[in-house]
């Protein structure tokens, strides 16, 4: 059985498709990774792969419980850490947990070891007794991650678990999930904007655009796929600089992306000189440029055209934003 | 069982929340004095109201009601809070029904509202009340009974709103016409007939009416029976209970 396995899973938000016939497969103990721009549709999927929203059609098997007909058992088998802080500041870090394994049915004589236990994972435990209030952003989503783990779930959603936190935070983070993967029978499914984070934890990425997935396997091979190296340009007529590479066809792919021109090419030391040449020959003046191996985030580009850093987090309204604020 | 476990558990999270909150509290004593003590003894001093009371003794149990009605209402909009905290994703998450949430949010609310009214209760040494084992036995049921449906008319309203300020706005247009036309602060006898139409139908004016009857006796000349009092309020409290519920539910 796999651990989730989507079948033509679609959402229409009037008349918008957020999701387009989605269909992925997620063996058990891999931890999967969903990349996408904002609005590409990662938290549209993870809702529905939730039971919080409802596909228009299609459906899921998550922990082999279909999501339509079934999702009383399919919250039972999940773990969800949002995007957004969740945690009840007006509470201490443990009433939180305990509240978690109420809501979860947790039964009684388990539940004080089981905290103690994701307590002790994310090294919380001398200061569960605290209010949340009284918590840094780091904490709250460490507190956040043990609690997902309380009910000991088959699945574990992590919705942009290191958004907004510093990078020793983050390192924090990526430990314990590595620690978890080692002790736990545990399938995680992550969304995230990091490459580096998708790079370091996951097993398979998605790239997901427009609702749809256009790519889909290991780090690894996506960046073999994509093949050879990057140059970097940054000049001062980009637009003009990229249609004269497009015309030489000297790169197999190339993009604006930001500032900078981007292209992917074979072998970036023996086209420099061509690159340079291009550019004098149509009067472009190169300001910087960079050669590097293949990134996630090329892949990412290449198959989006969009650069993965654009936008950060979703927008918030209201009083969600000045929290996120503070808690940044 | 795992359904109560987690009513179990909001409803405890409700009232730690509130007793943590100690300025919350303290203000309860606040507002309630106001009325009786201030606009009690200014009123109080030119009208009469009936025989064998004053015009304090007679707004009492109006003022126990408009704390029940004015805190139900006001905790009504930690349902808001909870959302835009996004507190309220992990509860919706959980392999928990919507109405077991509702209902948990539902006791919290009504419990936090009967201390309030309890400490307002306790106050009315202070304008002479005599407060007897018998009453408070029949009062305090009583006080639950009403506050249910008021906590769940507050829950409802937020229900259908994401905004702090408009809850704030909804609350007032709520607030004040049911509490100026439960007959808190007058006799609803001897009314014209369009405005005694109005107060009929203000749920809280057979709250105020039933409280009246107990904790004044004999001296409070009701215009409805005891039980048609009960009734109504039951009634109300059931048919809010559903409301609620469903506003709750089908809100995404």
Known sequence: MKAIETKDLTKKF??????????????QGEVFGLLGPNGAGKSTIISMLCTILKPTSGTALVNGYDIVRDPSHVRKSIGIVFQDPSVDDRLTGRENLEMHADLYGVPENEMKSQIEKVLDLVELSDRSNEFVRNYSSGMRRRLEIARSL???????FLDEPT?????????????????????????????????EEADKLCNRVA???????????????LKEKLGGETITVKTRNNPLFLKMIQQSGIARSAVIAGSEVKMTVESAHTLLPQVMSIAASNGIFIESISLQEPQLDDVFLHYTGRALREGGGKELSGLGAIMRRKIR | MSELRGILSLWKREIMRYLRDRTRVASSFFQPLLWLVIFGTGLGSS??????????????PGIIGQTL?????????SLIWDRQFGFLKEILVAPISRISIFIGKMLGVSTDSMIQGMIVMLLGFLIGIRITLPMVLEVVPLMVLITLGMACIGLTLASFMDSLESYGTIMTFVNMPMFFLSGALFPVYNLPAWLQWVVYIDPLTYGVDALRAIILGSAHVSPFPFYMDLAIIIAFDGFMILAGTYAFSMRK
């Open chain 1, 207 to 221: 790239i997901i655009d427009h609702g749809q997935i256009v790519a889909l396997d290991a780090p690894g091979s």
């Open chain 1, 163 to 195: 958004i907004g936190l510093d990078p020793q935070s983050r390192d924090h983070i990526w430990s314990y999930i590595r620690q978890l993967l080692k002790s736990e029978d545990l399938t995680i499914i992550l969304t995230t904007h990091y490459m």
């Open chain 1, 150 to 156: 309380v009910h000991t779930p088959k699945i574990l």
């Open chain 2, 69 to 77: 009605l004015f805190t139900s209402m006001f905790m009504g909009i």
């Open chain 1, 14 to 27: 009037n008349g918008f498709m957020a999701v387009d016939h989605v269909n992925i497969g997620v063996e």
């Open chain 2, 47 to 60: 009208i009469r109201v009936g025989v064998g009371m004053n015009y304090q003794e007679f707004i009492f």
